[in-house]
């Protein structure tokens, strides 16, 4: 099979053995690839250069996985953007950090999402600008969340359909897929309170924290599993 090609973000390196490293991507036109990088640890400078690192983004060639092997093999990387800005503070490259690990647990092997692959290249580019990062947080989670299909409803409650109206309290329920009103909340085991300053606010423009820690909880729901970097990340939120 030909050599293909993509443009690509690394999600996370593994090493292999002594001489290799497995390689986490995220592509536009793949989706999520994992290939064997032989020689990369020994050679990185002939053959990589300026070596993989984690959070950058590059022109990848790779011969696909064949038969019974799990892992493709990658065969070049021309690094495009190392976004060294996002390097500068530790609330950028948590975010970072965050929003790869979200498309690794997310999204799977070999499944395109093009419009994901924009929004990730999109939030780190502006985590390495000089513009305010917290925004762009909430924002990603969101696009994330479309993107897989798993948006929640946050204009109606999701069991009686009324509009939970601004600035009232409310309930969310990762499990039913959105807002609860207060009339609906009992009904419901798994909630969680939103706080009434957050409802009919966007996750671009509302606070950035409270909707980090909302969207944080309906993805981990999502998962299965609790992120790594979430706790690090709700603290460096939480600075004044
Ligand atoms: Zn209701």
Known sequence: ????????????????????QIVSLFGARHGRLRLIAKGARRSTRQRFAPGLDLLERGEVSFLPA????????LTEWVQHDAFAGLRRDLLRLT??????????????????????FAA????????????????????FQSELLRAIGYA??????????RPVRRGSPAYFSAAAGGLLCRDCEPAHVEK??????LVGTTPATGDSRAWFELLDYH????????????AQLAALLARP
């Open 1 to 20: 099979m030909p050599a293909q090609n993509d443009d690509a973000v690394v999600l996370g390196l593994t090493e292999f053995s002594e001489t290799s």
């Open 66 to 73: 064949r038969g019974d092997a799990q892992l493709g093999t």
């Open 95 to 116: 975010a970072g950090l965050y929003a790869v690990e979200l498309v690794a647990a997310l999204t799977e092997e070999a499944d395109p999402h093009p419009e994901l």
């Open 120 to 139: 990730l290249v999109h939030l780190l580019g502006h985590l390495a600008s000089d513009a305010p990062a917290a925004p762009q947080i909430p924002r």
């Open 152 to 161: 929640p409803n946050l204009d109606e409650c999701v069991a009686c359909h």
């Open 192 to 197: 969680r309170r939103v706080p009434a300053t």
């Open 219 to 230: 993805l981990t729901h999502t998962a299965g599993r609790r992120f790594q970097t979430a």
